[in-house]
């Protein structure tokens, strides 16, 4: 069974910086493309950054040069550092992981930017 753990979200002020982290086993991380989705109330769920098994990554126009992905293999850690955030970047973010064409969800993290 594939887990994913998400943690790193909170509150911040716009302009401030979170890191968020999504964990699973080292089997899964070892094969799996993965990302990091957002909904916020009242819309749709969207991709905000991908990151392939490989490392090629890619960005929604929204978060492309402020929010980076990565993969830390040291701790099968995925991580989205995100920078100068915005009030519109208020969302439940979800990690997201693709094996072998099934595709798996975490639980979700609140990122809240407020004033």
């Known amino acids: 069974q594939v887990q994913l753990e998400e943690s790193g979200g909170g509150s911040v002020q716009p302009g401030g910086s979170l890191r968020l982290s999504c964990a699973t086993s080292e089997s899964v991380f070892r094969v799996a493309d993965m990302g990091w989705y957002r909904q916020a109330p009242g819309k749709q769920r969207e991709l905000a950054a991908y990151i392939s098994r490989g490392g090629e990554t890619n960005y929604a126009p929204s978060v492309k040069d402020r929010f980076f992905i990565s993969r830390d293999k040291a701790d099968n850690l995925v991580r989205l550092q995100m920078n100068s955030l915005k009030v519109e970047d208020t969302a439940v973010y979800y990690c997201?992981?693709?094996?072998?064409?099934?595709?798996?969800w975490g639980q979700g993290t609140q990122v809240t930017v407020s004033s």
């Open positions: 997201k992981a693709w094996v072998n064409g099934d595709d798996y």
